[in-house]
């Protein structure tokens, strides 16, 4: 199984990206999947995580601002992320089982 992250970018602050976790099969209906974040210098921390029956639950500073959702396929994750802030910029990475996503970069500018 591979899975592969998308949607990073470069935003000001206030706005809006949806990033995707796309994996190789339908996993996602079955296991847990996280959303985890890298900044530099600092360690890996869950920011968003989504239970295979559907339960959410949310690092507590993007509580109301991030919302992780699935497709009907079960193989794509998205995280849409709104109100940006700059401490939000990381390297965002997805992962289910012992499988992680490459990461995709997301830069806050004020």
């Known amino acids: 199984v591979q899975l592969v992250e998308s949607g990073g970018g470069l935003v000001q602050a206030g706005g809006s990206l949806r990033l995707s976790c796309t994996a190789s099969?339908?996993?996602?209906?079955?296991?847990?999947m996280g959303w985890y974040r890298q900044a530099p210098g600092k360690q890996r921390e869950l920011v968003a995580r989504l239970t295979g029956d559907g339960r959410t639950e949310y690092e507590d500073s993007v509580k109301g601002r991030f919302t992780v959702s699935k497709d009907n396929a079960g193989n794509v994750v998205y995280l849409q992320m709104n109100d940006l802030k700059p401490e939000d910029t990381a390297v965002y990475h997805c992962n289910t089982l012992h499988i992680w996503g490459e990461g995709t970069q997301v830069t806050v500018f004020s």
């Open positions: 099969v339908n996993i996602f209906d079955l296991y847990t």
